[in-house]
């Protein structure tokens, strides 16, 4: 069993955490959302939360973004640094926002993935969300489709 090295998972806060999370998403999108995008999803607390995986060494070295919409969870965005994938960071998170989503009330959970995401797709397979349809074209830079996901009982 491989053991996760130190992390902390915290909410967002603040400037700083949001300038990380804003390098995550250059380093790991081909279209990122921008500052305006977060700050817009960010005016409603109670909807969207965004969660942050700190190490010793890296104050943001991932985050996942959903919003809580009645008793679902849509996760719009989960990403990790480079230098920190493959090492039970993105797992560890996707827990911790699934405990966190049950205790908010949510009873199901929902994303998009590309079809070419293996890594993403393995991961949310591990936790138990099975594909459910296709968006045709869903995403550009390049134009793929997206595999959506659903799990219940997050």
């Not at 985050?63 to 990790?80: K, R």
């Not at 039970?88 to 079809?115: K, Q, S």
Request: net charge negative; charged share 25%; aromatic share 12%.
């Amino acid at each position: 069993m491989n053991v996760v090295p130190a992390y902390t998972i915290e909410l967002l806060e603040g400037e700083s955490d949001l300038d990380g999370l804003l390098e995550v998403e250059v380093e790991s999108f081909t279209s990122p959302w921008t500052r305006e995008m977060y700050a817009w999803e960010l005016q409603n607390r109670s909807v969207c939360h965004i969660y942050i995986v700190r190490t010793p060494d890296c104050a943001v070295a991932g985050f996942c973004a959903f919003w809580l919409v009645f008793d679902e969870i849509h996760i719009n965005n989960l990403a990790l640094r480079p230098q920190y994938r493959g090492q039970g960071y993105g797992t560890a998170l996707m827990h911790h926002v699934l405990v966190e989503a049950r205790r908010l009330g949510a009873r199901r959970a929902t994303l998009e993935v590309r079809t070419s995401n293996a890594g993403a797709l393995r991961l949310y397979e591990r936790l138990g969300f099975y594909v459910a349809g296709t968006r045709k074209h869903y995403y550009s830079s390049p134009v793929e489709d997206a595999l959506i996901l659903w799990r219940d009982e997050p």
